[in-house]
């Protein structure tokens, strides 16, 4: 199924940052830096600043670090082959991001007397989140294809950034609105993935004959065959 965010669209985002990749490694910045950069900016936006009920300012904080999750992507293919490590810390960073934006969100939203459950949702949307990267994760791992979904990362966070957008307009109902759909999408992307990685399963064919024939002239089958 579809991505919510087009291919022109994320297209366009790669297109827009590739300015910003060059001059960044032109100055000797490289992408691990700033994955490890985006990450404290996200923390600071959740942390600091949406836990406390400010949302503006916290969800504009976050989008903009969380934007370089697409720039250090682009900066290491810009700069060509590398080691492995960069991917390992990019996947770490992202969990950790995503769990200080959902647990602020949650925080928040437990001292506001959980309006319209969103505290809830916002505990699904993170455990569901966190089980729709591991499946793909998991998946190549095992040489197994999971890679579609409704709702990836960048989905995810645009959602929570329009609901908490929401909410700092004075909509009560924007942010759990926002969450309790997140929560949908994400528990279907967790098994869009499954039921992919189910289908690219192949199995290889055995071996076609059987019975004493199989092993071979001239060697006993059974008890006195080979070990």
Same mark, same amino acid.
């Given at each position: ?20 990749? +060059?001059?960044?490694? +032109? ?25 406390? /009920? %400010? ?27 590398? @080691?492995?490590? @960069? ?24 001292? %506001? ?24 994760? +998991? ?9 579609? /979904?409704?709702?990836?990362?960048? %989905? +995810?966070?645009?959602?929570? /950034? ?9 909509? %009560?109902? @924007? ?18 993935r499954l039921i992919h990685a ?12 059987? /019975? ?11 008890? @006195?065959?080979?070990?």
């Amino acid at each position: 199924m579809a991505k919510i965010v087009s291919v022109p669209a994320r297209a366009l985002v790669s297109y827009v940052l590739h300015p910003t990749a +060059r001059l960044l490694l +032109r100055l000797g910045v490289t992408p691990n830096a700033v994955t490890v950069a985006g990450t404290v900016g996200v923390l600071i936006g959740a942390l600091g600043f949406g836990a406390r /009920g %400010e949302l503006f300012w916290g969800t504009v904080i976050v989008t903009a670090s969380a934007l370089t999750d697409a720039l250090d992507g682009t900066m290491a293919r810009l700069r060509g082959p590398s @080691g492995k490590f @960069g991917a390992l810390l990019d996947s770490s960073m992202d969990r950790i991001a995503d769990a200080a934006v959902f647990g602020a969100v949650a925080y928040y939203l437990a001292g %506001e007397g959980n309006p319209y459950g969103g505290m809830v949702a916002a505990l699904i949307s993170l455990a569901f989140g966190q089980v729709v990267s591991y499946v793909k994760a +998991r998946a190549q791992s095992l040489g197994l294809d999971a890679d579609v /979904g409704i709702a990836e990362r960048l %989905e +995810r966070l645009l959602i929570v /950034g329009v609901g908490g957008l929401l909410g700092a307009a004075g909509l %009560e109902w @924007g942010l759990p609105a926002a969450l309790w759909v997140l929560s949908v999408l994400s528990i279907i992307t967790v098994f869009q993935r499954l039921i992919h990685a189910a289908k690219s399963d192949v199995v290889p064919a055995g071996p076609t004959s059987a /019975g004493p024939a199989a092993a071979g002239p001239g060697v006993p089958a059974g008890p @006195g065959g080979p070990a």
